[in-house]
């Protein structure tokens, strides 16, 4: 069993690297390595892409690396391997991205990243800091977590999914935020499950040991 960590310099991985091989191997899930060969990630059994920074770059970041894009679609897409997006790599998931311009996504969840405007003025944007699950559809990745459970939330631009039931988790920053967003063999989560302590490991392990 292979998880590959897509490395398209898009972000720091060395956190997400070492609680996905921590977990992998508690949980005797097989090897984690972090890849930008897109020969690895054809092969891969799961598959990871984490992201950080604006929608358009992290798109045309992924899209710029020969035969990356190619593989992953191919590999979720047509052979449905397991698919976990986190933060932007979630947010990639969507039709579109509306971050400083008007930027096609991945298509695989139907919807929109738009900025964050919360009505309460007091409430900052980026949206940082710790907030609670609240799990709207069951899912397997959610084994051992329930509504109330705290992730690490970073970011300024939220996802607005189109059908309800593919957003299986919230939370509320004066007003719902998507934090997890799923159908087929497809994840994203829009917070950091590797800085997320018992809860984010919990949620790698569950992802790991996933059977779609």
């Not at 300024?156 to 934090?179: C, E, K, M, N, P």
Request: hydrophobic letters at 40%; aromatic letters at 8%.
């Amino acid at each position: 069993m292979l998880t590959a960590i897509i490395d398209y310099e898009s972000g720091n991985l060395h956190s997400a690297e070492k609680a996905f091989q921590r977990m992998a191997q508690e949980t005797n899930a097989g090897e984690v390595i972090v890849t930008g060969d897109a020969d690895v990630v054809a092969r891969a059994d799961r598959i990871v892409l984490p992201g950080d920074g604006a929608f358009p770059a992290c798109a045309a970041a992924l899209r710029g690396h020969s035969g990356l894009f190619d593989a992953l679609r191919e590999a979720v897409e047509d052979k449905g391997r397991p698919f976990l997006g986190i933060c932007v790599g979630m947010q990639l998931m969507a039709t579109w991205g509306r971050e400083y311009e008007d930027t096609k996504g991945l298509d695989w969840v139907g919807g929109e990243v738009v900025k964050i405007t919360p009505k309460d003025p007091s409430l900052k944007v980026p949206h940082m800091g710790w907030n609670d699950l609240v799990i709207d559809n069951p899912h397997p990745v959610f084994d051992g977590i329930q509504t109330g459970d705290h992730t690490y939330f970073v970011h300024s631009y939220q996802f607005h999914v189109a059908d309800s039931a593919q957003r299986l988790a919230h939370v509320d920053y004066a007003g719902d935020i998507t934090a997890v967003i799923g159908r087929d063999t497809m994840l994203g989560m829009q917070f950091h499950p590797e800085k997320s302590q018992d809860t984010g490991l919990r949620l790698i392990a569950n992802f790991l040991n996933w059977a779609p």
